[in-house]
């Protein structure tokens, strides 16, 4: 298998603290600092969420445009990638960014539980986040919770509220949604691969799935996520020192299975968007 592997870096989020790892970047100058050597890891996307700088959760957009404005500075031609995710905002509020035209956004098309809440996406909010991504020529990085948001991009591809082809990111692992199941898995790839035929997919594992779905996806011919976001690890007895050193073992796991690592460009090419 020769064809290249998109690495997506998430390097906050909007969970982890200091507490949990003191390498959690918080600050846009720590997400700056610690997205640039992830980059020269071989991280050809950087998913971001924004924090205050006590760690709470935040969607403001003027924190966002500092994050995007120095990824670009010094990560030439890397994707960046804002999440509209719930658990930083409300409503709109959650889309507030998308006027600074990323070249990705994250777009969760359903709700399912979360382990202590419910994630909510209700229909009238995905309709409109989706619409905004058209508005600002933002291509939505569908993030499937379960295997009803895949249909449900489907459903939103064949309306025109997802413009071109779709990239679908199955998440796997996070308590009380869809646990890290290889069949399912299986059957994830299936349906991608019948609604969207050659479209490119992407796989997420969390906290000790993290590598277990890298393997997975790179395996399987698509792409993967890692990152402090979802998984402060190396080990069960080791903290992850950077977000770097995550992707240097997904690097290893590409290497494993002779998938050349996507350069900024090739991982453009791949997703159909416009260049940096």
């Given at each position: 298998?020769?064809?290249?592997?998109?690495?997506?870096?998430?390097?906050?989020?909007?969970?982890?603290?200091?507490?949990?790892?003191?390498?959690?970047?918080?600050?846009?100058?720590?997400?700056?600092?610690?997205?640039?050597?992830?980059?020269?890891?071989?991280?050809?996307?950087?998913?971001?969420?924004v924090r205050n700088d006590d760690g709470s959760t935040t969607s403001d957009p003027?924190?966002?445009?500092?994050?995007?404005?120095?990824?670009?500075?010094?990560?030439?031609?890397?994707?960046?990638?804002?999440?509209?995710?719930?658990?930083?905002?409300?409503?709109?509020?959650?889309?507030?960014?998308?006027?600074?035209?990323?070249?990705?956004?994250?777009?969760?098309?359903?709700?399912?539980?979360?382990?202590?809440?419910?994630?909510?996406?209700?229909?009238?909010?995905?309709?409109?986040?989706?619409?905004?991504?058209?508005?600002?020529?933002?291509?939505?990085?569908?993030?499937?919770?379960?295997?009803?948001?895949?249909?449900?991009?489907?459903?939103?591809?064949?309306?025109?509220?997802?413009?071109?082809?779709?990239?679908v990111q199955f998440v796997m692992g996070v308590k009380n949604a869809m646990p890290?199941?290889?069949?399912?898995?299986?059957?994830?790839?299936?349906?991608?691969?019948?609604?969207?035929?050659?479209?490119?997919?992407?796989?997420?594992?969390?906290?000790?799935?993290?590598?277990?779905?890298?393997?997975?996806?790179?395996?399987?011919?698509?792409?993967?996520?890692?990152?402090?976001?979802?998984?402060?690890?190396?080990?069960?007895?080791?903290?992850?020192?950077?977000?770097?050193?995550?992707?240097?073992?997904?690097?290893?796991?590409?290497?494993?299975?002779?998938?050349?690592?996507?350069?900024?460009?090739?991982?453009?090419?791949?997703?159909?968007?416009?260049?940096?």
């Amino acid at each position: 298998m020769s064809d290249p592997c998109i690495i997506c870096v998430a390097i906050t989020g909007s969970v982890p603290q200091k507490s949990d790892n003191p390498a959690v970047p918080i600050t846009v100058p720590e997400q700056i600092e610690s997205t640039h050597a992830a980059f020269e890891a071989g991280a050809s996307i950087c998913h971001a969420h924004v924090r205050n700088d006590d760690g709470s959760t935040t969607s403001d957009p003027d924190k966002f445009a500092l994050l995007k404005e120095g990824v670009e500075k010094h990560c030439p031609g890397m994707i960046v990638q804002l999440s509209t995710g719930g658990r930083s905002g409300a409503g709109q509020a959650r889309g507030g960014m998308l006027p600074l035209r990323p070249d990705m956004a994250s777009l969760s098309v359903g709700s399912n539980n979360f382990p202590t809440r419910v994630y909510d996406n209700p229909p009238d909010l995905v309709d409109w986040l989706a619409a905004e991504m058209i508005t600002y020529d933002v291509k939505p990085e569908i993030e499937a919770f379960d295997l009803s948001h895949i249909l449900k991009a489907a459903e939103m591809h064949a309306k025109g509220q997802i413009k071109d082809t779709p990239y679908v990111q199955f998440v796997m692992g996070v308590k009380n949604a869809m646990p890290a199941d290889r069949h399912v898995f299986d059957f994830y790839v299936q349906t991608v691969q019948r609604l969207f035929p050659d479209a490119p997919w992407c796989a997420a594992g969390i906290g000790a799935n993290q590598i277990v779905l890298n393997e997975w996806a790179v395996a399987a011919g698509g792409h993967a996520r890692t990152g402090l976001e979802d998984n402060v690890r190396l080990d069960k007895q080791t903290l992850a020192p950077s977000n770097a050193a995550l992707v240097d073992r997904l690097v290893d796991v590409c290497t494993k299975h002779d998938r050349p690592v996507a350069t900024p460009a090739q991982a453009r090419d791949i997703l159909g968007l416009r260049a940096a």
